[in-house]
């Protein structure tokens, strides 16, 4: 008898906890509407006046880097490197490059890989899209990869540092970088300038998005469940 009461009454406390969760829960899902149509999102008054003068600064610079080989693989015919590129403010970037060989004089379309927030890029990567005849970039950008050996803010710092100025902020960099490694496909002398290519998922994504627009040799951009893109609709969410 004294079980069944004390089972009567850890029931009866669990449906009064339960029951005022609910009406807490409802409360916020019923006030949300309301937050979200308080959230306005302004943009830089200089916005694309910004971005043109970085890009044409970007088309000025010299592409300077070096490429190491990695590996041969005499079976495909594919030359795999070690890139050092530099960015747009002297950042040594790391990567991969990859290409075919075997055919004299013959050009590849370029491919632009762009990873996520804090992964990297690696040698396969760029190596799966040479076997399919595509001269492929697989990029570290700053604070991601073997790049954090020269620029390390760390997780999450990453995402905001240097935000108070526009000049500054990590993540103009990281898309500065982004066009800086596809000005590199778009010099190399056995890719077809005219056959640019980017993909990424996440920040590549997002990244993505932004070259395909800005880049005019970029004539396809393949974007994976884009990140940190089209933050006027993503805010009230």
């Given at each position: 008898?004294?079980?069944?009461?004390?089972?009567?009454v850890?029931?009866?406390?669990?449906?009064v906890?339960?029951?005022?969760a609910?009406?807490?829960?409802?409360?916020?899902?019923?006030?949300?509407?309301?937050?979200?149509?308080?959230?306005?999102?302004?943009?830089?008054?200089?916005?694309?006046k910004?971005w043109?003068?970085?890009y044409?600064?970007?088309?000025?610079e010299?592409?300077?880097?070096?490429?190491?080989?990695?590996?041969?693989?005499?079976?495909?015919?594919?030359?795999?490197?070690?890139?050092?590129?530099?960015?747009?403010?002297?950042?040594?970037?790391?990567?991969?490059?990859?290409?075919?060989?075997?055919?004299?004089?013959?050009?590849?379309?370029?491919?632009?890989?762009?990873?996520?927030?804090?992964?990297?890029?690696?040698?396969?990567?760029?190596?799966?899209?040479?076997?399919?005849?595509?001269?492929?970039?697989?990029?570290?950008?700053?604070?991601?990869?073997?790049?954090?050996?020269?620029?390390?803010?760390?997780?999450?710092?990453?995402?905001?540092?240097?935000?108070?100025?526009?000049?500054?902020?990590?993540?103009?960099?990281?898309?500065?970088?982004?066009?800086?490694?596809?000005?590199?496909?778009?010099?190399?002398?056995?890719?077809?300038?005219?056959?640019?290519?980017?993909?990424?998922?996440?920040?590549?994504?997002?990244?993505s998005?932004?070259?395909?627009?800005?880049?005019?040799?970029v004539?396809?951009?393949?974007?994976?469940?884009?990140?940190?893109?089209?933050?006027?609709?993503?805010?009230p969410?």
């Open positions: 008898m004294h079980a069944n009461k004390n089972n009567i850890l029931i009866a406390v669990s449906f906890v339960i029951f005022v609910g009406i807490f829960l409802y409360t916020y899902i019923v006030s949300v509407p309301k937050i979200r149509k308080n959230i306005t999102v302004t943009r830089y008054r200089r916005f694309k910004f043109h003068g970085m044409n600064n970007l088309n000025e010299r592409i300077v880097y070096t490429l190491q080989p990695l590996y041969d693989d005499k079976t495909d015919k594919i030359e795999t490197y070690n890139l050092t590129l530099n960015s747009y403010d002297g950042l040594k970037l790391r990567g991969y490059f990859a290409i075919p060989y075997g055919v004299v004089g013959k050009k590849y379309p370029g491919v632009l890989l762009l990873h996520g927030y804090s992964s990297y890029g690696t040698p396969g990567w760029a190596h799966f899209f040479a076997m399919r005849g595509y001269g492929a970039l697989s990029i570290d950008l700053r604070g991601h990869g073997r790049s954090r050996a020269v620029y390390n803010p760390g997780f999450p710092g990453l995402m905001t540092d240097g935000i108070l100025h526009i000049r500054t902020f990590s993540m103009v960099k990281i898309i500065m970088d982004s066009l800086t490694s596809l000005k590199f496909l778009e010099h190399f002398k056995k890719i077809n300038h005219k056959f640019i290519f980017v993909t990424g998922g996440s920040m590549g994504g997002g990244l998005l932004i070259d395909a627009a800005m880049d005019r040799h004539v396809a951009s393949a974007a994976d469940v884009p990140f940190l893109s089209d933050i006027p609709v993503q805010m969410l």
